[in-house]
Nanobody, 127 residues
Framework: QVQLVESGGGLVQAGGSLRLSCAAS????????MGWVRQAPGKEREFVAA???????????NYAASVKGRFTISKENEGNTLYLQMNSLTPDDTAVYYCVAASSITDVRQPSQYSLWGQGTQVFVSS
C-alpha cells in the first residue's frame, strides 16, 4: 500500500520550533517531488514547501513567501522520509500540515497537483 504518514505535530508557543516527519512507503519516492501543504481552520489548503532530490542531493527547494527563512524542507537520501523543520513559529502557522508527493508535476505551488496525500498532523502555535 502506497502511503504517506506524518508525525511530529503538536502544541508549541510562539517563537518555538517543531520538526515534522513524513514516512513514505509502498514504493520508492526517490525521484518524486515531495512537499508540505497546510490548511488552517476556515481557509483553503496552502502550499508550504516542496523539494526534489536527484542522486541523493538536493536539486531544488521551493518555499512559500510566508515561511521562507523560517522553515527548512529536507529529505533522506533514499527519498522515503521527508522533514519540515519549522522555526520562529507564529500563531499564523497553526494548521493541519499534510505531506504530499507527485511523480510528475507542473506547478509545485498548486496543492491540487499533488496526487498522494498523508492524513495530516496538527500544529497549534499559541501566542
Amino acid at each position: 500500500q502506497v502511503q504517506l504518514v506524518e508525525s511530529g505535530g503538536g502544541l508549541v508557543q510562539a517563537g518555538g520550533s517543531l520538526r515534522l516527519s513524513c514516512a513514505a512507503s509502498g514504493r520508492s519516492f526517490r525521484d518524486d517531488v515531495m512537499g508540505w501543504v497546510r490548511q488552517a481552520p476556515g481557509k483553503e489548503r496552502e502550499f508550504v514547501a516542496a523539494t526534489k532530490w536527484i542522486g541523493g542531493q538536493n536539486y531544488w527547494s521551493n518555499y512559500a513567501a510566508s515561511v521562507k527563512g523560517r522553515f527548512t524542507i529536507s529529505k533522506e537520501n533514499e527519498g522515503n522520509t521527508l522533514y519540515l523543520q519549522m522555526n520562529s513559529l507564529t500563531p499564523d502557522d497553526t494548521a493541519v500540515y499534510y505531506c504530499v508527493a507527485a511523480s510528475s508535476i507542473t506547478d509545485v505551488r498548486q496543492p491540487s497537483q499533488y496526487s498522494l496525500w498523508g492524513q495530516g498532523t496538527q500544529v497549534f502555535v499559541s501566542s
